[in-house]
Structures are given as structure tokens and as C-alpha cells.
């Protein structure tokens, strides 16, 4: 049998659909989001379930201050600094390496218009809680973007950056949470150690951890216990996948359990994501070797209905990746789909195609699965006006054309 494949052409119409999918879809609102000059009345007297019966939700910390956020900034941007030195000390020096850098500061460069809104969003929106503290090792971190409105349980989706292992960071998600958060979805973005700070076994570990952390605490942000999803991009593609897998195995007896269950995260899904090959202690963390492993296959039962998406004109990471993946969970009987987008790159999907505004595929079909089952949150989506254009179109074409990525 088959996984569940569907193939996106013209960048808008589904060409071939082998199995269930999403819709296809209207997008944010005019600004990336709205803020309104107080807590509403439902949100500062709602009241959530707790382990003794119902509770006063958390009320939500104070705003920092001008200062406080200029501080902030400045940490933000040593963090951010420090991380790409990391990256040229191990890209080395090199007429390919000096390439790349000249085509990764162009490509910037060009979209900056669209990143620079993001990160003005980013630093100074009330809706956005930075730096939530989950664990006690390093990094351990995660910002949360909260709907203006919270007058009833939302969904949460919990992600996991990329960064090819080595330059993750819990900010790269902030424009889609940003999106999310006006479609009154509560984002999770989650911060985890790289090379050399840590080893993918601590990634993976990590981001358990900052699952966990969600589990247990995000109906004090307005979330829905209920409706939590999980996704990854690109490199935190492949270590949520680790984590999700990890789980379904402790849950299936071959290991210890830990303090979140797998049967608390709807769908999981993927995009971009990458596999593991090459030596053995490499391979321990393929997630298509975990799947076809003779011990998973009690922890099968388990798993949530998992989505890839990925651009067929991936240079990264090849869509092979997220096909061998699918085969390797559909062979099992995981409740599976692939979507692949026709000539969209690694980019595309995450960065350049969010910053055109107006329609997008992968994001309305994203919003359709979280919001399923909610009529009045389906009816709102139906009525959402097009996303605001960030960048113009021949700035993004450009950047498309010399991206390294």
C-alpha cells in the first residue's frame, strides 16, 4: 500500500491526490497581528482545568519595558551573531565556501524588507512571550505566540525549527507563529542545543522536554490540552520525528516513560525533513531506520496521523528524504501522507512563498487539520482575508535564484 500522496503544480492546483488531504486555503489578515490594548475580559477571568479541580488561568507576565526589550534585543543579537561564526568555523575557508556566504548575504539582503517587519513584531507585539523557560540545561527555551482573543481553549502547535543541526534557533519560527497566532492557533517555538553545545541525542531530548513542558502547562496560556500538534522543519523535522518516535517506543514497553504521552499530539507534521545515513551512530537516528526496526512495530499502534510536506526541487534536502520516510511508515501501517510541492526549493515553502502574502497552500492546509471539527473556527478561516505581500515579487525572485539553500 501506498502512502497517501498528493502533488501541488502551478504553486496553487492539486494535480494528482492518492488518499486524504487538506483544503486549499485563505490566509492572515493585513498585518501580522493584531493587538489590542488590553487582556480581554474572558481571558483574565477564564478559568482552566488543574490537578485539583478548576483554577484561575496564569495570568500573563508583564510586558518588558523599553529598556527590558532593547536588552533583550541586544542578547537576541549576540545569540543570533555567535551562531553564524559557529557556522563558518565549520563550513571552513574556501572558494566554495566564500561562494556560499556571498549568496547566503545577498539572498538576506534581498528579503530584508519582509524580516525586518517580522522581527519588529517579534520584539515589541504583546501577543508574543519570549524566551518561557522549560528545562535547566542550555538553551532550553521556547517563545510562545498567543491570539489577541483567548476567550476559549485554542489549539497549540509545538515547533521545532531547522538549522542544519548547528544554527537552530527558536526565532526562526517567528513569522509562522506569528500567521498561526491570527487564526487564533497558539504556537509553541521550540529552542534546543546544537553542535557543538550538544549532541543530536540532547536535541532529541530537549525537544521531548519541551513537549513535556507544553503538555503540562499551556491551558495556563489558553491552550486546549486536547488539541496539541507537532511539527518540524527542515533539520527540527528530523529531531521532532526522533522525539515523536522515542516516545512511541518508551509508550510500547521497550523503554522508560517520560512525563507526556504520544496519544496528546493529534498529527504530526513534517516538512522539509531529512534522514539520517552513513555510519552506524548516525543511522541510530534515521527515523526511517527507527520506523523499520522489528521492536517498533508494537509502537505503530501509537502514532498520530503524520503529514510531510516538501518542495521537489529540494537541493538541501532532497524530497527522497521525506518519500522514503512515507514508505517506511506506510509499510508499518502509520497513517500516513506525503505532499509534494512541484519546483518549490528547501526555502520556498517556509520562507519566500510566507513573505509574497496572499494565498498559500501548505499553510491553509495546515490550519484546516488543526481547526477540524471546529465549524466556527472552519467558517472563520473560509472569511480570512489575504495575507499582506512583505516583499515584492522581484526582490523574492532574485533571492530565489541565488539562495544557497
Known amino acids: 500500500m501506498a502512502p497517501s500522496t498528493t502533488t501541488i503544480n502551478d504553486h496553487r492546483r492539486v494535480v494528482s491526490v492518492v488518499g486524504g488531504g487538506g483544503a486549499m486555503f485563505g490566509v492572515d489578515s493585513g498585518e501580522l497581528i ?15 482545568p488543574g490537578k485539583n479541580g478548576p483554577r484561575p488561568r496564569r495570568r500573563l507576565t508583564r510586558q518588558r519595558s523599553c529598556k527590558e526589550n532593547i536588552n533583550h534585543f541586544a542578547a537576541e543579537t549576540y545569540l543570533i551573531s555567535r551562531l553564524a561564526f559557529t557556522l563558518l568555523q565549520y563550513l571552513g575557508v574556501g ?48 517563545d510562545l505566540y498567543l491570539p489577541a482573543n483567548i476567550c476559549e481553549p485554542k489549539p497549540v502547535l509545538i515547533f521545532v525549527t531547522g538549522g542544519a543541526w548547528i544554527i537552530g534557533y527558536k526565532a526562526w519560527g517567528s513569522f509562522l507563529g506569528l500567521q498561526l497566532a491570527e487564526r487564533d492557533i497558539i504556537v509553541a517555538s521550540i529552542d534546543y542545543r546544537n553542535f557543538p553545545q550538544g549532541t543530536i541525542s540532547d ?50 514497553g521497550n523503554g522508560e516513560s517520560v512525563s507526556w504521552s504520544i496519544s496528546q499530539i493529534k498529527a504530526y507534521f513534517g516538512l522539509s525533513g531529512g534522514i539520517m545515513e552513513g555510519e552506524q551512530s548516525l543511522r541510530k537516528f534515521s527515523p526511517e531506520v527507527k520506523v523499520l526496526d522489528s ?39 502509520a497513517r500516513t501522507e506525503l505532499v509534494l510541492y512541484d519546483g518549490k526549493t528547501h526555502t520556498d515553502l517556509f520562507v519566500q ?41 522581484v526582490l523574492i525572485k532574485l533571492a530565489s535564484k541565488i539562495s544557497p539553500f
Not at 493584531?34 to 482552566?48: F, K, N, P, Q, Y
Not at 507585539?125 to 538553551?139: D, E, H, Q, T
Not at 519541551?210 to 529531531?239: C, E, K, T, W
Not at 488543526?370 to 473560509?382: F, Q, Y
Request: charged fraction near 25%.
Open 295 to 333: 521492536s517498533f512495530k508494537d509502537a505503530t499502534l501509537l502514532l498520530p496521523p503524520i503529514i510531510l510536506f516538501h518542495g521537489s526541487d529540494d537541493r538541501s534536502i532532497p524530497s527522497e528524504s521525506s518519500k522514503k520516510f512515507a514508505d517506511a511508515l506506510t509499510k508499518v501501517g
Open 34 to 48: 493584531r493587538e489590542s490594548g488590553r487582556d480581554s475580559l474572558c481571558e483574565r477571568h477564564a478559568i482552566v
Open 203 to 252: 536535541m532529541v531530548k530537549d525537544v521531548s522536554q519541551g513537549i513535556s513542558f507544553i503538555v503540562d502547562n499551556v491551558a495556563d496560556y489558553g491552550g486546549d490540552p486536547n488539541r496539541i500538534y507537532l511539527m518540524g522543519q527542515s533539520a527540527g523535522a528530523h529531531i521532532s520525528a526522533c522525539a515523536l518516535l522515542d516516545q512511541a517506543i518508551r509508550e510500547s
Open 95 to 142: 572558494y566554495s565556501w566564500i561562494t556560499q556566504l556571498l549568496a547566503l548575504g545577498c539572498y538576506a539582503l534581498l528579503l530584508m524588507p519582509g524580516f525586518l517587519q517580522v522581527a519588529y513584531h517579534y520584539f515589541f507585539s504583546k501577543r508574543v512571550k519570549r524566551s518561557v523557560i522549560y528545562g535547566n540545561m542550555p538553551r532550553n527555551r521556547m
Open 353 to 393: 512563498d510566507p513573505l509574497r502574502g496572499g494565498k498559500d497552500d501548505l499553510f491553509e492546509h495546515m490550519v484546516y487539520i488543526i481547526h477540524a471539527g471546529d465549524d466556527e473556527a472552519l467558517a472563520k478561516d473560509a472569511t480570512a482575508p489575504p495575507r499582506r505581500r512583505l516583499v515584492p515579487e
